[in-house]
């Protein structure tokens, strides 16, 4: 089993769609949460990292859920420019603070 | 531009010859890392350093690889008797030693073994 599990997609949404991805993960003891994005051939970029309590950033929302060990990320009236691959971080236990990745969830807005 | 930067973007070189790679962290991180990523994949970690010391290696990291951070700040990534299947994108990211360790990634070096 993965470490970091994601549904590959593709989602395909029209502009102004709700779409919300999961995670799983399987180390209990994982100790930070991170959404990152990526756009084809260019670095991750951190989009949110993952509070206990969830948090918001304009349209995103996260939420990490400890007991069942999965992360969601909700993008609320999706733009053509949210198009990428979006990817689920979670650091492992101890403090080397290694990140393991999922494979991403692929999400194309269509006009 | 104070973000992580790397150089070169982009090398193609070829097989058996040696290749080295800069990453410039964000200057008050401690913490570099360095990745490699594939297409459809996502980054599988290589190596990191706290300052100058090399604190975790990954398997994947086979002798022909090297990293180093000799003061602490810049590092180099080299690979020796380059292989084809050396060929991908080569991401280093930076980390504060508190909090969070959001890392923030540099731009890549694309390496093709021809």
């Known amino acids: 089993r993965k470490e970091v599990e994601q549904d590959p997609g593709p989602f395909n949404v029209p502009e102004g769609a709700t779409v919300a991805f999961n995670c799983t993960y399987s180390n209990s003891a994982s100790q930070s949460f991170f959404w990152y994005r990526q756009d084809c051939r260019k670095e991750p970029k951190l989009l949110m990292s993952v509070y206990s309590s969830g948090n918001e950033d304009g349209r995103f929302t996260a939420q990490l859920n400890r007991a069942s060990q999965y992360i969601s990320l909700l993008i609320r009236d999706s733009k053509l420019s949210d198009s990428a691959t979006y990817l689920c971080?979670?650091?492992?236990?101890?403090?080397?603070?290694?990140?393991?990745w999922g494979l991403g969830t692929s999400l194309a807005v269509n006009p | 531009d104070t973000g992580v930067s790397q150089n070169p973007r982009h090398k193609i070189t070829k097989r058996g010859q040696n290749v080295t790679f800069r990453c410039d962290p964000i200057s008050e991180h401690n913490r570099l890392y360095w990745y490699r990523q594939t297409l459809g994949q996502g980054p599988e970690f290589l190596t990191y350093?706290?300052?100058?010391?090399?604190?975790?290696k990954s398997r994947l990291l086979s002798d022909r690889f090297s990293a180093e951070r000799p003061k602490g700040s810049f590092s180099t990534l080299e690979i020796q008797r380059t292989e084809q299947g050396d060929s991908a994108m080569y991401l280093c990211?930076?980390?504060?030693?508190?909090?969070?360790?959001?890392?923030?990634f540099g731009p890549g070096t694309r390496l093709t073994v021809t």
């Open positions: 971080v979670v650091t492992n236990a101890g403090n080397n603070r290694k990140l393991i």
């Open positions: 990211a930076s980390s504060a030693v508190a909090g969070f360790s959001e890392q923030y």
């Open positions: 350093f706290q300052n100058e010391a090399q604190l975790e």
